[in-house]
């Protein structure tokens, strides 16, 4: 094949166009966003939009999930906590993982391209296969994101009810982790975070073209949205399921305050043994991530590919 299976629309960048124009006059001189933003800079800033919009609307969803995996209870008692939490509560601990995700999916798209540019010239008439550098990439990328777990870390914090009293809002969680425990408690929930995002990069870049190739063949600019949010949702459900059980390992670590840190083997234990050692009760609450994952990677993976064709 000409084009690697590791590639998509995203990595075969499309040229510039020649501006925006209305009745035959241009609005922006041709090229002014892409000549601003740089070849490879559109990637960071169409990943950190893509990830933007799909936290606004997927938050009430995200926050029931949460409380699933960290309770192991059934999703109309978390939307039932969330009821009796308030309307006001609903959207506590949005900063963080809009902070978190519109940085994180920055870097994993723009990473991404970056490390592949990079690695594929090094690696250009040493016989490595294209899939090869593309893949190492992926894992290089995935792993970069993990520098922002302490969001995630204060996300945990500010979803988790029985910690409301103690914390306020992202700042004050923040201070209270630097102040009383240090950088290294900011962290906790590091371990699950490398093993998810690796790997699950490597899928995630690998397997889109190849299911994007199986879909019917788009003729205009809506098709090539469904496509793009069929291929993106498709993935990161599958994705959600198969790490479904760090997740939980994460979320559980991560409610933890001050203390030994625990192996992610050992916590994994706890919750087996507290959920009676049932499959079933591990992955309480993995329906609705992959509803979740679903709608959410559609967006983040149809906005990206929509703004990366506008820019």
Same mark, same amino acid.
């Given at each position: ?39 490879? /800079? ?12 799909? &936290? ?53 798209? /723009? ?40 969001? +995630? ?6 979803? #988790? ?23 290294? +408690? ?6 699950? &975070? ?33 496509? #793009? ?10 994705? /959600? ?16 305050? /001050? ?53």
């Amino acid at each position: 094949m000409a084009i690697s299976t590791m590639d998509s629309e995203s990595t075969r960048t499309p040229q510039p166009r020649a501006g925006l124009t209305k009745g035959g006059s241009s609005l922006l001189p041709a090229g002014v966003l892409g000549s601003r933003l740089g070849p490879q /800079g559109k990637h960071y800033v169409c990943g950190s939009m893509a990830a933007f919009t799909n &936290i606004l609307v997927t938050f009430p969803i995200q926050k029931v999930l949460f409380r699933q995996q960290l309770h192991g209870v059934l999703v109309t008692e978390a939307v039932q906590q969330l009821q009796r939490d308030g309307l006001r509560n609903l959207y506590r601990g949005l900063l963080p993982p809009l902070l978190q995700k519109s940085t994180t999916v920055a870097i994993m798209f /723009g990473l991404y391209e970056d490390f592949s540019r990079v690695l594929h010239g090094h690696a250009c008439g040493s016989g490595v296969p294209e899939l090869v550098t593309r893949s190492f990439a992926a894992a290089l990328a995935g792993t970069a994101e993990a520098i922002l777990t302490p969001f +995630e870390r204060v996300q945990t914090l500010l979803q #988790d009810h029985r910690h409301h009293e103690r914390f306020n809002n992202t700042a004050h969680t923040f201070r209270t982790l630097l102040t009383e425990y240090g950088i290294r +408690e900011c962290y906790r929930g590091l371990v699950p &975070i490398l093993l998810r995002n690796g790997p699950s990069n490597v899928l995630f870049f690998g397997l889109r073209g190849p299911i994007k190739e199986l879909l019917p063949e788009a003729t205009n600019k809506v098709g090539h949205l469904v496509n #793009d949010f069929v291929c993106g949702g498709v993935l990161g459900a599958a994705l /959600g399921i198969m790490f479904y059980p760090l997740n939980v390992v994460k979320s559980r670590a991560q409610s933890q305050v /001050g203390g030994a840190f625990q192996p992610c083997r050992k916590v994994l234990l706890t919750v087996w043994r507290e959920r009676g050692g049932s499959v079933a009760m591990l992955f309480r609450g993995a329906h609705l991530n992959y509803h979740r994952s679903l709608l959410s990677w559609g967006i983040i993976n149809a906005t990206y590919e929509l703004l990366l064709k506008l820019l």
